[in-house]
DNA sequence: CCACTTTTCCAAAGCGCTTTGGGTAACGCA
DNA sequence: TGCGTTACCCAAAGCGCTTTGGAAAAGTGG
């Protein structure tokens, strides 16, 4: 069933019976009545590929997941993300289009979502240091809205983000506050963005009281669980290991707690845990009492809000650009506790 | 830069400079090279609401992913699945889109999906028993492949599924061999086929030995960390509590063993965990040592393999439905030990 | 009742591509 | 030279929709 048909059979012109359906003035109610009963009963639906054709609009918004090459990792926190955006996206008529992509052959992309016009707008994932991949949006004029922000990018743009740096100076202090003074970060890969302002929030801290961070005690990589596990036993091996461990994912947090327990010691007596949460639906932080002491803020929570600031975008170009900065919660677990006074890792080992 | 342009810049038709592109012979290889190298200097690409219409394909292949609206999770396995499926579409310059819906709300998306001609067919994902959208599927007419079977379906269509019976057959055995008798069923919802076919092989199992499955050590849930913390919280204090868990999910995996060792118990030495592995790439098995004794079977992979076979239908709609039976690996880890003579639960507590 | 606005509808152009149905020039063969 | 092929190229129709520029019908005020 197409318009066409549609048209013949209600007796009226494709113009009217387009107008109808599409809510235009120009339509006295009771054709528009008659229009759309007709439609429904006869299960029609304009095709797509046609009406964007028409309008120049495609309705759909794409998402270029970045996908690191040398690890082959598509990060956790994606299905959450696009939870929440595609629940945005369904209200509004959006469809959502994805491009898995190696590291590096992003900017064909790019360019082909935009000079084929598969998409509308897009929202750029996982923004690292200095990306270059704003310039080239901002060059080839294709709507987004990123997801993060990129530091050492100076030309406006749209973003959501999750104040990172006062976030992990917040745990920091808290760790510091029970007395902890030798504190692990297990951080994301140095060139993303949110890694750099998360140590940056650590540094603040410890540099607020005197400490200086020190590098033994702190790694960079792919929040995976296996990460948190074998930086965890590396550094418990060290003279004079951490006390507490400040985590950047909760996947690797659970690596962190194997370790620990591994050694026969024990979270959040021996050695505390404060890890970012991103409240991932399979990896909820516990049911009742959470397990970890976390800085907590929802990404799917990220996945609306962004998609929305897009949607406004695409349909107000003019939009000037919209920033929102999550604060975190800080929710209190039973993985932190007041320092040890003596070192239980040494203790046990001497 | 479209065709037109493109044409009156190399002074040739329409028709001369599209077949050129695209590879038909009527065009001398000279021209085709002018043509070529034309395009690729003005950044030339068709656009591909104009290309779908008039071929009436749109090159896009569509994933609706279930969300049960109750729990409001999206299948952690969902990213790593799309990883692999998605190397083999940009390979074959298809999209890909993606709808989050509702548990119920399925049908109208699968029916605008074809009437709008978004795409050229679609992934099932999550069958469950007795699915219902096999069968509308069929109706409207839409290309599929199923991630999975649905039991109680007797039309023919295409899957790709992991053999969930033998391999939780097998994990029994296994964990029989080393003289468990007691072994609990942490296992997926039971309207998911798959949780139904794992069932099925752990009672053969049991069954071939004379023993009988125990409702009191089963559970069917979401397959969250945390459902498998509170379910083996529970049954390690049942009078009777099992000396052997088996798990559908490697997350629900970690819940098990924060729950042993929250308990004072020993993974793999009081209790034993026998998990499937779909081989997530942030939760991978351990580094060298898999920390699981597990089944497991690449979700990756499977997004590959089943990507490919849905290419192969739309390309020829006359292909006979294709199966693909994927066994699993079971790799021994360090979860798993000889069953404790003396119950060690009990002797704890006692 | 008439001129004038407003409402209601329509025919046709156009979005950017593919593809049908030729047309013309070059080529081969008698 | 003449005629049938072949190789190469083109004009135009059509995919299903929106939208422009009217036209006809229906109100409205004097």
């Known amino acids: 069933m197409n318009l066409k048909e549609l048209s013949k059979i209600l007796g009226l012109s494709q113009t009217t019976v387009s107008r109808a359906l599409n809510g235009y003035p120009e339509v006295k109610e009771a054709t528009r009545k008659t229009v759309l009963a007709a439609a429904a009963a006869h299960n029609y639906s304009p095709n797509t590929r046609a009406k964007s054709l028409a309008t120049g609009r495609s309705n759909a918004i794409g998402h270029v997941?970045?996908?690191?090459?040398?690890?082959?990792?598509?990060n956790p926190i994606f299905g959450d993300f696009i939870a929440g955006a595609g629940e945005v996206y369904s209200r509004n008529n959006y469809e959502m289009v994805l491009s898995i992509v190696e590291d590096g052959r992003e900017e064909d992309i790019y360019r082909a979502l935009k000079t084929r016009g598969t998409v509308d707008?897009?929202?750029?994932?996982?923004?690292?240091?200095?990306?270059?991949?704003?310039?080239l949006l901002h060059e080839i004029g294709l709507p987004f809205v990123v997801h993060g922000r990129a530091s050492g990018i100076d030309m406006?743009?749209?973003?959501?983000?999750?104040?990172?740096?006062?976030?992990?100076?917040?745990?920091?202090?808290?760790?510091?506050?029970?007395?902890h003074r030798r504190i692990a970060l297990l951080n994301g890969l140095e060139t993303m963005d949110f890694a750099h302002r998360r140590r940056r929030g650590y540094e603040d801290a410890?540099?607020?009281?005197?400490?200086?961070a020190d590098p033994e005690i702190m790694r960079s990589e792919e929040m995976t669980e296996?990460?948190?596990?074998?930086?965890?036993?590396?550094?418990?091996?060290l003279p004079c290991p951490p006390t507490a461990f400040l985590v950047s994912s909760i996947i690797s947090a659970l690596g962190?707690?194997?370790?620990?327990?591994?050694?026969g010691l024990r979270m959040g007596r021996d050695v505390s845990i404060v890890t970012h949460d991103d409240s991932l639906s399979y990896l909820t932080n516990g049911a009742d009492v959470p397990i970890f002491t976390a800085t907590r803020s929802s990404v799917r929570d990220a996945g609306r809000a962004l998609s929305r600031m897009l949607i406004d975008q695409i349909s107000d170009p003019a939009l000037a650009p919209q920033h929102q900065l999550l604060e975190v919660e800080l929710t209190v677990g039973?993985?932190?506790?007041?320092?040890?006074?003596?070192?239980?890792?040494?203790a046990q080992t001497a």
Chains 1, 2 share one sequence.
């Not at 410890?206 to 200086?212: C, H």
């Not at 296996?226 to 091996?237: E, N, Q």
């Not at 962190?256 to 050694?263: F, K, L, P, S, T």
């Open 121 to 135: 707008g897009v929202i750029l994932h996982g923004p690292k240091m200095n990306d270059a991949r704003i310039a």
């Open 156 to 179: 406006p743009y749209s973003w959501l983000d999750v104040n990172n740096r006062s976030a992990f100076r917040r745990a920091t202090d808290f760790l510091m506050d029970l007395g």
């Open 206 to 212: 410890l540099g607020a009281r005197g400490l200086s």
């Open 65 to 74: 997941i970045p996908m690191a090459n040398s690890h082959e990792m598509v």
């Open 334 to 346: 039973r993985s932190t506790g007041p320092a040890p006074t003596t070192n239980p890792v040494a």
């Open 226 to 237: 296996t990460f948190g596990y074998s930086a965890t036993c590396d550094m418990l091996a």
């Open 256 to 263: 962190v707690r194997r370790a620990i327990e591994d050694q």
